[in-house]
Each structure stands twice: as C-alpha cells, then as structure tokens.
C-alpha cells in the first residue's frame, strides 16, 4: 500500500512536516512520521494530528526548533510549534518496567527505531514513514491487520495490556472509530486484565469516550463498553450486566457532534435509562464529565426520559411541545448558541419525525420564558403595591402558561388585564 503523502497531508501540514524532518536530518539525526498518522495514511484518509520520532534525545531537538514545550520530556517528548500548529516529537525509546499499569517506571533513550515501534500497542499503529525516501517500515504486519482491519496487540496481549491499562479500552475505541475487529487472543485479554485497566484514571477513561464520540460509530464503542463489563470497573454499582438499546444506540450514530451532551444523554439512556437524574449526575461526576457537559447531558438525558414516555410522540399537543420541549432547551442554551432552526434540526435523534413541528413552532418565534413576557415582576409592584413579593412567581407562571396557549395575548395591557383577574381569585 503505497503511501502518497502530497495527496493525503493538507499542504500547510506537508510543509512544516518537511521542516522539521530536513533540520533533524542536516543534523545528522533520523526522523519519521509514525503512529496513528502513518495508519490513517495507509487507510488513505488524512490524519487528523502528526507525530513524529527520531534517534535525538529531546535536548537536542530544542536547539534545533525556535518554539518548542516539553510536553512529556520525562518519556521524550516534546512539541515543536510552527505558525501556530503543534507537532509532537519523540526520541526513540524502551519502556522499563510497569509496576503501576499506567506508565512506564523509566524509558531508556538512546535506542533504535525498531525498538522504538516495538513498545507501541497495536500493530497497526507500529508503522513509521520517511516524508523524504518514501519508507514506509513495517516490522510487525500492520498493513496486512489494516488490510484485515483487524485490532491486535504487538507480542503477547495479556503483557501489553498489563504494562498499560488504558490500552483495552484504546482497543475497544479502535475498533468503534474504524470499523475494525479485535483480533480473538487480544479481545481474550481484555477480560483478564480488568485488575490492571482499573488503574487508569477516570479522566483517561473518560476521554476515550468522547474521542469515540467523533468516529462514525459511537454506538459500536458503548456496546462494546457494556458487552466487555468495563463500565462496571469504573461503575460498581451499575448492573453486572448491561444491555444497550439498539433503536437509541441507532441515534446516537445520527446526532451532531457538536452537541456532546445529547451525544452522552443517549448513550446512557440507551444502558441505564430508568436511572434518575440524580444518580446520573453522580455517575458523570464521578466519570470525571466536565461540568458542562454533566449540565447538558442531564438537560437532555430529562427531554428524552419524557418524550420516551407514553405522552411521546402521538398527539402531543403544542402548549406540551413549547412547555417541556422548547422551553427548557431555550432557557438552557440561549447564552451559548444561536438556537435558530439549523440547532433545532440537530434534535432530530430525540424527537425524529416531530422535529419539523418543532422548528415550525420556532420559527413563530413564541414566547416561551417568563423573560419574554411583555409584563414582569417590576410592573406587577407598580400596578399591584398590596400583592406580596412571593405570589409574583405564581402570576407569572400562570401568564406564561397563558401565551403559551395563545401567543397573542402576549401584549402589556392584556397581561395586566389577566393579572387583576388572576390575582382577585388569588386573594379571594
């Protein structure tokens, strides 16, 4: 599989990947690009990010580069800037001894790059290329498991699974974004190292999922999380065994990967969706969710318990549609998106063939919060100095529930009209 780097690498990219490569070479060292970059080359996508590895040590990378981080340089690793873009290099190294399952206790620098590829993890992430000679170095099969689009771990699976518990759960995401198989031995292994995967931190675990989130198939990595008891490390008090909806898990695979907290909603619906939103939120919390993708989740996690309720769908009258539905959703995220018809359409995988009604409604523009009534709390004290601060709330809702009836009673003498009506019951 030939590898054409001027078609596949974005020009801005080629550029400075040709920059870095020809300064370590002028100084006598090796480079070449390797990982997950040469896999996406191979399979003849464009990478989403450049790694690179060579015989200099990190000390020695620094002074050939202007701007540049030590970014890992206790593993060396550091990140060389240019125009703003960020690539990451690494010396050629051996990984000694992993006694915590999460990291090595020390690297030996100094090494070769075929001892180098055979530390990584997976055999179709253990291909380097040279961007000058065209090399592409293959020492442990990865073509022919790309090829086969078949996960394996290079050596003995249980070994490379035991030196880092993160990596059955990078197999799992592996084989979610790219549609591949994990290789049976290497799948076996999974199961016989959950005492080492139970090291990792919940950030680490975390993370791997939203990575998931951008493939294709999110679904495929929450089947695979509840099929392989993983969720359960993290989640003890989760059932021993969990079984996905497929129809949720279905739009899951649909739903905008800009709007990560619907993408979570449905994923834990899909699993655990009997669970309140309070045993949700610890679930998150303790998961390590950032806190606005926790907000957003159970927001969303809510609208669909609802609509997957028997008020779904059939005949849902359109006071409901505004008061359950649009409401909370324009209340929730009014101040950090433009909720115009586009974010609406992105509801899709929640209310499927309703959501047409529900942009329609939108785009009446309704009022839909007490802040769009035309008469508020200041104007209640103005006009009815007796009624006490605490009934304000009660008036105002029932004049929301008003014009979310009849959108054209939304008018200041109307309201205020209503208001002496109501409010003379209220105190009678």
């Known amino acids: 599989m030939p590898i054409d780097p001027q078609s596949l690498i974005p020009k801005n990219n080629l550029i400075h990947l040709l920059q870095i490569d020809s300064a370590l070479k002028r100084a006598g060292f090796e480079c070449y690009l390797v990982g997950g970059s040469v896999r996406d080359l191979v399979m003849g996508k464009i990478p989403k990010e450049y790694d690179l590895t060579t015989n200099a040590e990190p000390k020695q990378v620094k002074r050939l580069f202007r701007t540049v981080f030590d970014t890992g340089i206790e593993h060396g690793t550091v990140t060389v800037v240019l125009d703003k873009v ?7 190294r051996i990984d000694k001894d992993y006694t915590d399952g999460r990291r090595p206790d020390h690297v030996e620098f100094g090494t070769t790059l075929s001892e180098d590829l055979k530390r990584r993890d997976f055999t179709m992430n253990a291909l380097a290329f040279d961007l000058t000679t065209g090399l592409l170095v293959d020492e442990h099969s990865g073509q022919k498991d790309i090829q086969e689009r078949t ?14 518990g993160l990596r059955p759960i990078r197999a799992l995401r592996f084989a979610s974004t790219l549609n591949f198989s994990i290789e049976p031995e290497t799948k076996k292994a999974i199961h016989e190292t959950k005492k080492i995967t139970k090291k990792i931190s919940l950030e680490r675990f975390q993370d791997e999922i939203l990575k998931s989130f951008l493939g294709l198939h999110p679904s495929r990595m929450i089947q695979l999380l509840a099929e392989e008891g993983i969720f359960q490390i993290f989640l003890p008090n989760l059932p021993t065994e969990l079984f996905p909806q497929k129809d949720i898990l279905e739009r899951l695979d649909q739903t905008s990967k800009e709007i990560i907290g619907l993408q979570l909603a449905l994923a834990f619906f899909s699993f655990i969706g009997e ?10 919390r303790t998961l390590k ?3 606005q993708n926790t907000k957003d989740c159970l927001l ?7 609509w997957e309720s028997g008020l779904k769908r059939n005949n849902v009258d359109e006071f409901s549609l505004k008061k359950e539905y649009l409401a909370p959703v324009k209340r929730h995220f009014q101040l950090r998106y433009k909720i115009d018809r586009e974010f609406i359409l992105k509801l899709t995988p929640i209310f499927e063939e309703t959501t047409m009604q529900l942009v ?4 009446e523009e309704p009022p839909l919060l007490l802040t769009d009534l035309k008469l ?4 209640l004290a103005e006009s009815f100095p007796n009624l006490p601060k605490t009934s304000y709330g009660t008036v105002l809702n029932h004049l929301l529930d008003l014009v979310l009836h009849a959108p054209k009673e939304n008018e200041y003498s ?3 009209r209503h208001s002496a009506q109501f409010i003379s019951n209220l105190m009678n």
Request: charged share 25%; proline share 2%; glycine share 8%.
């Open 289 to 291: 969710f950032s806190g």
């Open 376 to 379: 508020n709390g200041n104007h």
């Open 86 to 92: 960020h690539y990451e290099i690494t010396t050629y």
């Open 151 to 164: 996960i394996r771990t290079i050596g003995n699976p249980i070994k490379r699974f035991s030196e880092d």
């Open 414 to 416: 109307g309201l205020l």
């Open 360 to 363: 329609q409604i939108w785009e």
């Open 275 to 284: 669970t309140t939103l309070k045993e949700l939120e610890s679930i998150l």
């Open 300 to 306: 969303f996690f809510d609208i669909i318990s609802k």
